[in-house]
């Protein structure tokens, strides 16, 4: 059975945090965007922590 990995985010535009699968989010140098204010950077700048870029990393 496969498990499932959530990685924390903020949005460095609005401040809004949450989760998201590993699988769902995009590679961390592809685009991203904030689903509230739409802001759209690297998908690595909305990682809450070090930890959540690592994983992230790893799980990709």
Same mark, same amino acid.
């Given at each position: 059975? #496969? !498990?499932? #990995?959530?990685? =924390? +985010? ?5 401040? &809004? &945090?949450? *989760? *998201? $699968?590993?699988? @769902? +989010?995009?590679?961390? =140098? &592809? $685009?991203?965007?904030?689903? @509230?204010?739409? #802001?759209? !950077?690297?998908?690595? *700048?909305?990682?809450?922590? *070090? !930890? @959540? +870029?690592? $994983?992230? &990393? !790893? +799980? =990709?």
């Amino acid at each position: 059975m #496969a !498990r499932e #990995a959530y990685i =924390q +985010l903020v949005c460095p535009e609005c401040e &809004k &945090k949450w *989760e *998201e $699968n590993a699988s @769902d +989010l995009p590679k961390p =140098q &592809k $685009n991203y965007s904030c689903p @509230d204010c739409h #802001a759209t !950077r690297k998908t690595s *700048e909305f990682m809450r922590t *070090e !930890r @959540d +870029l690592e $994983n992230l &990393k !790893r +799980l =990709q």
